[in-house]
């Protein structure tokens, strides 16, 4: 056999053998038993295998943006949590530069709303505005159709997904959805201990575990490590002016406060805080020891600087680490195929 076409052989077993593997492992969303009920509506959107197989190739796809060069996996990178590593600020369509750091794409289902102002309320909903978003993908709808309908795969695929031909704007949003709900991350070392699973916190990851409860936990609420408010947390006003929740609701209560962010897989999640302005775990703490702002709508649980000492934040630092979950970053599911 000629040596191009035995290697060509050789990649397609081992990508048929992939998907196959992932077909016959696929169990639909299953809650961890750690965590509570999701918000997700899978009543209207149950979820199966062909619905979530192109759900996940249209998160990888870059036809949804003007020039076909920008996908939701360009920001949303696997291995660094679902977020755009190494960037402080998204980098869209042009290189072009938006002005919050990309949340990661992470138990979603448990989300009442979505970005840092909570603007979207329907997962559904959600990528209407990156795909529209001038500064990101800077795409419409109906072209985003037009091109999917013109590709040799996807009518097919939409076909086989929802049981009859057609591709339209539901369909395309409910098939995100299948993607984005089932990218959980739930078997960290917090969620083995917390399962009782055989695995045990040291003594430094202990200690950091009850000053995390005592300092932290209010709003870093377990087991998802945010309890979905918007607060103001005293790091003050960006370099872009950035007002946060009160872009959406124009409450003056609001100006400047922001989503709670989950604190799981903080280790790929690098940089910080709603514009990525703290590259270092370290820095976030020392923030939170030293550096307080008392601004107008500073959350009252964080008036005046969180008594920490040194040795206090080795300790959280330890716990935070517990959080990070390695089999989430390279499960093959969530991967472009």
């Excluded at 609001?254 to 962010?261: C, G, L, N, Q, S």
């Amino acid at each position: 056999m000629d040596t191009k076409l035995l290697i060509a052989f050789i990649l397609l077993t081992g990508l048929l053998a992939c998907s196959k593997e992932l077909m016959e492992t696929f169990k639909g969303f299953e809650r961890p038993s750690n965590f509570p009920n999701p918000e997700y509506h899978f009543n209207n959107n149950e979820i199966t295998r062909a619905k979530f197989e192109l759900g996940r190739k249209l998160f990888y796809e870059p036809r949804f943006s003007r020039d076909n060069t920008i996908s939701c996996g360009t920001c949303h990178i696997q291995s660094a949590g679902f977020t755009h590593h190494g960037h402080d600020v998204s980098h869209g369509i042009d290189d072009l530069l938006g002005k919050r750091n990309s949340p990661p794409i992470m138990n979603l289902a448990w989300r009442k709303d979505f970005f840092w102002d909570g603007g979207v309320f329907d997962m559904d909903l959600q990528p209407v505005v990156p795909i529209m978003n001038p500064v990101e993908m800077d795409e419409t709808i109906p072209n985003v159709i037009r091109k999917l309908e013109e590709h040799p795969e996807y009518p097919s695929l939409f076909n086989e997904a929802f049981g009859s031909p057609g591709i339209d704007t539901e369909r395309i949003m409910k098939a995100f959805s299948q993607f984005m709900a089932m990218v959980i991350s739930s078997n960290s070392k917090y969620d083995k201990v917390m399962r009782n699973e055989g695995a045990k916190f040291t003594d430094e990851e202990e200690k950091g575990y009850r000053l995390f409860q005592q300092h932290c936990g209010s709003c870093h609420k377990e087991p998802l490590f945010t309890d979905e408010s918007f607060r103001n947390n005293g790091i003050g006003i960006g370099y872009n002016n950035d007002q946060g929740r009160y872009e959406v609701t124009l409450n003056e209560k609001d100006m400047y406060t922001f989503k709670v962010p989950s604190l799981r897989n903080l280790s790929y999640t690098s940089p910080y805080m709603h514009d990525g302005r703290f590259i270092k775990l370290d820095a976030v703490l020392d923030h939170y020891a030293e550096s307080i702002r008392d601004t107008p709508n500073l959350d009252p649980l964080l008036r005046g600087n969180l008594p920490l000492s040194p040795e206090d934040k080795l300790f959280i630092l330890a716990f935070l680490k517990t959080l990070d979950d390695p089999g989430f970053v390279t499960d093959k599911r969530f991967a472009e195929q």
